[in-house]
């Protein structure tokens, strides 16, 4: 069964400094996402992107935060300055629609900014 | 601010007990609804979706949608102890999922 996947599993950084997630979505999916869950916390919408394009963004997705599609399969989420706040659990989702259909997770990329 | 609320937890039920689990939320607008399970440390995994009132059953799972009310529910029938994990109530409006804090469940073998 397909599935979405993430590079790396664990990241750790020092304050300040840049990093990169990836992802790879299902392959028939159209529609990605990112999404943060800080220890403890709930799950928060960050990005959705579509057709190379971000279509939605939340209040958490400021200047520091940037997404791509380098290529046919890649999804990357880049936070150019780290910050302590950033340390949380990072999940990029996909599917094929917006509307009456499953967003489907990957694994996530645990985050630790120190 | 378009929030959706769960019953407040933890929630312990024995083994081969029913546990029910209830959401609401405050966007008239929203679309879709989902219930995720979360297993400590891990991503968050379709149990089920549900995008018209009245019930839908999916073997041991029950979800119930009522949106006169704004109200989601899932019933667990036949508690598993493998069934304890934390639920998540989630619903979309136009892209995004918005998620409910949760609500843990243990089943006590």
């Known amino acids: 069964e397909p599935e979405v996947t993430q590079t790396p599993s664990h990241q750790v950084t020092q304050m300040g400094q840049e990093v990169i997630l990836r992802c790879v979505p299902i392959?028939?999916?159209?529609?990605f996402y990112w999404y943060r869950q800080i220890l403890g916390q709930k799950v928060e919408f960050l990005v959705s992107?579509?057709?190379?394009?971000?279509?939605?963004k939340s209040e958490i997705f400021d200047d520091q935060f940037s997404v791509e599609r380098p290529d046919g399969s890649n999804f990357t989420l880049k936070i150019r300055s780290t910050k302590l706040e950033d340390s949380a659990m990072y999940f990029c989702?996909?599917?094929?629609?917006?509307?009456?259909?499953?967003?489907?997770f990957g694994p996530g990329t645990r985050l630790l900014v120190l | 601010q378009k929030e959706v609320e769960q019953n407040s937890g933890p929630l312990s039920v024995p083994e081969g007990a029913i546990a029910s689990l209830n959401c609401t939320y405050s966007?008239?607008?929203?679309?879709?609804f989902f219930w995720y399970r979360q297993y400590s440390g891990k991503s968050p995994e379709l149990i089920m979706f549900?995008?018209?009132?009245g019930d839908k059953e999916d073997g041991r799972f029950t979800a119930q949608l009522n949106k006169a009310s704004q109200y989601v529910s899932l019933l667990i029938r036949d508690s598993q102890p493998s069934d304890s994990a934390t639920y998540l109530c989630?619903?979309?409006?136009?892209?995004?999922?918005?998620f409910g804090a949760g609500t843990t469940v243990t089943v006590r073998a």
């Open positions: 966007d008239r607008g929203s679309q879709s």
């Open positions: 992107f579509y057709n190379n394009e971000i279509s939605e």
């Open positions: 989702a996909s599917n094929r629609a917006v509307v009456e259909e499953t967003q489907y």
């Open positions: 392959s028939n999916h159209l529609y």
């Open positions: 549900i995008y018209s009132n």
């Open positions: 989630a619903v979309t409006n136009d892209y995004k999922l918005s």
